[in-house]
Nanobody, 125 residues
Framework: QAQLVESGGGLVQAGGSLRLSCAASGRTFSGYYAVGWFRQAPGKEREFVTAISRGGTSTTYADSVKGRFTISRDNAKNTVYLQMNGLKPEDTAVYYC?????????????????WGQGTSVTVSS
């Protein structure tokens, strides 16, 4: 079983950047879990942001973040990163990382077994 902890959220002005981290403890990421990032804005449903396969060779992004966000992983450090550039006010949300085995349907939150507590990102205009 994996425990996930997100960090790196905060307040940033529009156009700025943040890097979120998702650190695993317990069962390690290394070569075992695919990891996704999701976000939930106030009053809205949780939505898919991006995901990376267990070896890091495959990634997928929501259209709303393509070209601005980059997911990466360092299995030696049991950490997955989300680099967010060109932030917009509509990116304001609580960001969650999640882990799963397999790679089918990476956009579906139901496919993920383990979730972190979330880290808040606020983008001011």
């Amino acid at each position: 079983q994996a425990q996930l902890v997100e960090s790196g959220g905060g307040l940033v002005q529009a156009g700025g950047s943040l890097r979120l981290s998702c650190a695993a403890s317990g069962r390690t990421f290394s070569g075992y879990y695919a990891v996704g990032w999701f976000r939930q804005a106030p009053g809205k449903e949780r939505e898919f942001v991006t995901a990376i396969s267990r070896g890091g060779t495959s990634t997928t992004y929501a259209d709303s973040v393509k070209g601005r966000f980059t997911i990466s992983r360092d299995n030696a450090k049991n950490t997955v990163y989300l680099q967010m550039n060109g932030l917009k006010p509509e990116d304001t949300a609580v960001y969650y990382c999640a882990a799963r085995t397999g790679w089918d349907s990476p956009l579906s939150p139901d496919a993920y077994s383990y979730w972190g507590q979330g880290t808040s990102v606020t983008v001011s205009s």
